[in-house]
């Protein structure tokens, strides 16, 4: 089976003074189950390579004219793509407790539901558990969850419609 590529030119903003790593996330996010990205930039973007390996994806890299480079980020079978998680998470969450607040925020538009999720897990005590039901993978929200000491897990449906989210309050329950 072919891999389907989504085509992300980068090479504008950065010619611009640009950052366009918001831009790959955005792209990144909008990615289909089993959908790549085809990432077009000025020069050989390694420091993305390891960013793109956590969240499941291989890469080939290949300069194209000019000195520009060209990179496909595929999706590997079973790996992050499919199921992402903060460090640590993905063999821990089997044990978590059950969630104690389901959240379906799919019919919010960025960043209400990450505002929302962030909310809540305020009011929450160590070792509780939120569900949350977006319609897009919070990119933005993960390392936030993480800097905040919190765990998270999560994937696409079966549909790849709906992105869940379970997040593990950090600390340990008293």
Same mark, same amino acid.
């Given at each position: 089976?072919?891999?389907? #590529?989504?085509? +992300? ?6 010619? /611009?003074?640009?950052?366009? *790593? ?6 990144? !996010?909008? &990615?289909? =189950?089993?959908?790549? &990205?085809? +990432?077009?930039?000025?020069? %050989? ?11 499941? #994806? ?11 480079? !060209?990179?496909? *980020?595929?999706? $590997? ?21 059950? =969630?104690? @607040? ?9 960043? $209400?539901?990450?505002? %929302? ?13 939120? @569900? ?7 990119? *933005?929200?993960?390392?936030?969850? $993480? %800097?905040?000491?919190? !765990?998270?897990?999560? /994937? #696409? ?18």
């Amino acid at each position: 089976m072919t891999t389907p #590529y989504r085509e +992300l030119d980068v090479r504008p903003i950065l010619r /611009n003074g640009g950052e366009p *790593f918001h831009a790959i996330m955005e792209a990144v !996010q909008s &990615l289909k =189950p089993g959908e790549g &990205l085809r +990432l077009v930039a000025t020069f %050989k973007p390694e420091p993305l390579f390891r960013v793109m390996g956590k969240r499941g #994806y291989a890469h080939e890299a290949s300069e194209i004219e000019g000195g520009d480079w !060209q990179v496909l *980020f595929t999706p $590997e079978a079973g790996g992050a793509a499919d199921f992402a998680a903060s460090s640590g998470a993905a063999e821990a969450a089997a044990v978590w407790a059950e =969630p104690i @607040f389901h959240l379906d925020l799919t019919d919010l538009d960025p960043p $209400e539901p990450m505002a %929302k999720i962030l909310s809540r897990i305020e009011l929450m005590e160590p070792g509780e558990v939120l @569900f949350a039901l977006l319609s897009r993978e919070p990119v *933005f929200l993960m390392p936030e969850l $993480e %800097k905040r000491g919190h !765990q998270w897990v999560g /994937n #696409y449906d079966e549909t790849g419609e709906a992105y869940r989210m379970l997040v593990r309050i950090g600390g340990v329950a008293e």
